[in-house]
């Protein structure tokens, strides 16, 4: 039955919620240059900014992938999950914008209920919002096909609501809380022309370690791949105390920034070759089932903080 259901997905057309949120005029964001970082020259900055279609690469990240972002050497995407919670995502907020960089942030949709001003943060400095589910269930690997689509699509509808309404600032990028894959989630995002993230290397900072682990982690698995996507969580004090010197590690070290965007019908995709879409050399992460069982994994409850 769930077979038949997936066929029926992918065959659907794809103008429910990907297209709508592709088709609407999204300006593309100018790069974020050191140079022109305000008060501070030697800023890290904001390279250049990558353009991609969901739906000529709708799952990305070698955690869980074979594709990844078609990234130079040295090139880094910045992405954040679980917010807006104001106490931390407006300290990284901060951080970011005085070394005027980019990210990906993506948001909770009870988070973005509670905190629609957060999500208007976000867009107004320039930031890439993508969407995280409403509840952050970690069971979306075992959901049916009806649960997965009322996660993912009431998590899109908070989201739009704290941006009243303008699918144009909302992008169709969806990472699966826990990263906890499966061929259901997949297919029906997919089906809607929502690109699934998963990431390149993590910093472990959803786990109880100091902010020296964060920033340590963080360093030595880029170093080790030389170019990917980082996934960090903006709701983490570790994170807000580590982040700081991640960046200017990244500055120290040459690596450059990327900022990822939609494709629409007014902003053609970023042109690649197909080989660019591969981490190299390939690693034995490439394209493993799921995120490895990782013990503790507590989604944060603090979301009345200030």
């Known amino acids: 039955m769930i077979a038949n259901v997936l066929v029926m997905i992918r065959k659907r057309s794809r103008t429910v919620i990907g297209a709508a949120l592709l088709g609407c005029c ?3 964001p100018q790069p974020a240059l050191a140079a ?6 030697n800023a890290l900055g904001t390279s250049r900014t990558l353009v991609v279609d969901p739906m000529e690469h709708p799952r990305i990240g070698t955690m869980q992938y074979p594709e990844t972002l078609p990234l130079a050497d040295h090139e880094v995407v910045l992405t954040f999950d679980d917010g807006p919670l104001p106490k931390y995502s407006n300290q990284v907020l901060a951080i970011l914008a005085s070394q005027c960089v980019k990210a990906t942030f993506f948001t909770i949709g009870s988070q973005a209920r509670f905190n629609p001003d957060g999500v208007r943060k976000l867009i107004a400095a320039g930031h890439t919002v993508g969407t995280h589910s409403q509840n952050h269930p970690l069971t979306m690997n075992k959901m049916p096909l009806e649960k997965v689509r009322q996660e993912v699509d009431d998590g899109i509808a908070s989201t739009l609501a704290a941006l009243n309404g303008d699918k144009s600032k909302l992008a169709p990028f969806f990472r699966i809380p826990g990263l906890m894959r499966a061929e259901v989630p997949e297919a029906y995002l997919a089906s809607q022309g929502i690109q699934v993230w998963s990431a390149d290397f993590p910093a472990d900072d959803w786990r109880h370690v100091s902010p020296q682990r964060v920033y340590d982690l963080a360093i030595q698995r880029i170093e080790a791949k030389r170019k990917g996507i980082l996934l960090l969580h903006d709701i983490q004090p570790r994170t807000v105390a580590a982040l700081p ?7 120290e070290r040459g690596y450059r920034i990327v900022h990822v965007v939609p494709a629409t019908a ?5 042109p690649t070759e ?3 879409w591969f981490m190299h050399p390939p690693t034995e992460t490439v394209a493993t089932t799921r995120w490895p069982r990782i013990p503790n994994f507590v989604f944060t409850a603090t979301r009345t903080l200030p």
């Open 36 to 41: 022109d970082c305000a008060g501070n020259p």
């Open 245 to 251: 010197r991640i960046l200017a590690t990244l500055k």
């Open 266 to 270: 007014d902003r053609p995709a970023t």
């Open 26 to 28: 999204f300006m593309t």
């Open 274 to 276: 197909p080989q660019q």
